[in-house]
Each structure stands twice: as structure tokens, then as C-alpha cells.
T-cell receptor, first 113, second 114 residues
Framework: EADIYQTPRYLVIGTGKKITLECSQT?????MYWYQQDPGMELHLIHY???????EKGDLSSESTVSRIRTEHFPLTLESARPSHTSQYLC????????????FGEGSRLTVL | KNQVEQSPQSLIILEGKNCTLQ??????????LRWYKQDTGRGPVSLTI?????NTKSNGRYTATLDADTKQSSLHITASQLSDSASYIC?????????????FGRGTQLTVWP
């Protein structure tokens, strides 16, 4: 059982609202990731972090931002949500970058009206 | 271009039957290949990892194979159960850099009927 938690699990909000998706892990992993997943499509990396105060953009361009002030916490923020941001957001962590096993949270399903 | 292709896209089988899912990749240089199971509304969970030197690895009723020469992997599920209904995702890691990079397939959606 992976010790990585995401909140909220489901969120429905109106256009223009600011939202923060929370992600916390208790495994002490330095590496953390945010993926976006749409039905029938592969996971796309939107942000990653290899440690405190380290954040990088992933392969898929995203208007969201992330922060890593504490090892266990990796929140994702959208300053002004739009319907195009509707998607499933998955947070993950790993002991090793790239080749290591990813431990995923249960996901946050975001719907922007 | 590094890619991971999975087939079939979806599959329906009866409980108790066996099935095989396929993963073809073009990722190079290859580091390892993992199969993940993703239940509906949940995050993916790793089932097996295959490295270059491994041909077969089992995890209960799941058996993964790897042919590094043809760049193909398969996941065989024996005596399927209703709880096997899920998306199965193939993920290939390269070793082109010290950090590595992951390439995801789109998954095979398996439905097991009673």
C-alpha cells in the first residue's frame, strides 16, 4: 500500500477560479511528479521535482505551477481554471529518478465548468 | 522517436479464462519495462519490472515476458478474476541520461465478465 495522498479526489469549479491540488507522501522520497491523464490516453508528465526547492516542467506544457518547500509535500496550483484544464491529475513519487518504481496517489479529478 | 504501443486497446473475457496483453516499444537505449495495473478511479500500481537480461517474471497469476531483441513484452493473466478488470499500462524507461526517462503506453482496458 503506497503512502501517497491526494486531495481533493473530485473537484468541480467554475471558470476563472484558483485551485490547488494537494499531494503528500510519507515515504521520504526525494522525487515527486505530477501527471495528467485523459481517458484512453497515456499519462503525460507536467511537473517534477528531485528535492526541496527543485521544480521542473515536464513534457506536456501546462499553465499550472508547483512548489516543493517540504520533502513530503508537492502541491499543484492553477491560478485561473479553464474548461481545457478538465482532466485527471495524478501525483507520484519514487526513490530513483527515471528507472525506479512510481508510487501513485489515487488522483484528483478536476472538472471546470 | 521513442514510443510505446499497446494492444489490444480493449479486451473482454469471461471469468476464469486466460488472456495476453502486448506491448511493443522503440525506446532506446533500454533500461527497464514495468507493467502497471490501474483500477477505475485509482492510481496505477506496479505489477512487475523487466530488465534487459530477464525473459520471464511472475507475480501470482500475472506473468510478464520480455524479448529485448524484438522489443516486445507481454503480460499474461491466468484464471482471470472479476478484480482483474482494470487498465494495464506498459511503461518503458531509457538510460539515455543519468536521470532516465519514462515512456507510457495508452493502456489496455480489460473487462472480466462473470
Amino acid at each position: 500500500e503506497a503512502d501517497i495522498y491526494q486531495t481533493p479526489r473530485y473537484l468541480v469549479i467554475g471558470t476563472g477560479k484558483k485551485i490547488t491540488l494537494e499531494c503528500s507522501q510519507t515515504m521520504g522520497h526525494d522525487k515527486m511528479y505530477w501527471y495528467q491523464q485523459d481517458p484512453g490516453m497515456e499519462l503525460h508528465l507536467i511537473h517534477y521535482s528531485y528535492g526541496v526547492n527543485s521544480t521542473e516542467k515536464g513534457d506536456l506544457s501546462s499553465e499550472s505551477t508547483v512548489s516543493r518547500i517540504r520533502t513530503e509535500h508537492f502541491p499543484l496550483t492553477l491560478e485561473s481554471a479553464r474548461p481545457s484544464h478538465t482532466s485527471q491529475y495524478l501525483c507520484a513519487s519514487s526513490e530513483q529518478a527515471g528507472t525506479g518504481e512510481l508510487f501513485f496517489g489515487e488522483g484528483s479529478r478536476l472538472t471546470v465548468l | 522517436k521513442n514510443q510505446v504501443e499497446q494492444s489490444p486497446q480493449s479486451l473482454i473475457i469471461l471469468e476464469g479464462k486466460n488472456c495476453t496483453l502486448q506491448c511493443n516499444y522503440t525506446v532506446s537505449p533500454f533500461s527497464n519495462l514495468r507493467w502497471y495495473k490501474q483500477d477505475t478511479g485509482r492510481g496505477p500500481v506496479s505489477l512487475t519490472i523487466m530488465t534487459f537480461s530477464e525473459n520471464t517474471k511472475s507475480n501470482g497469476r500475472y506473468t510478464a515476458t520480455l524479448d529485448a531483441d524484438t522489443k516486445q513484452s507481454s503480460l499474461h493473466i491466468t484464471a482471470s478474476q472479476l478484480s482483474d478488470s482494470a487498465s494495464y499500462i506498459c511503461v518503458v524507461s531509457d538510460r539515455g541520461s543519468t536521470l532516465g526517462r519514462l515512456y507510457f503506453g495508452r493502456g489496455t482496458q480489460l473487462t472480466v465478465w462473470p
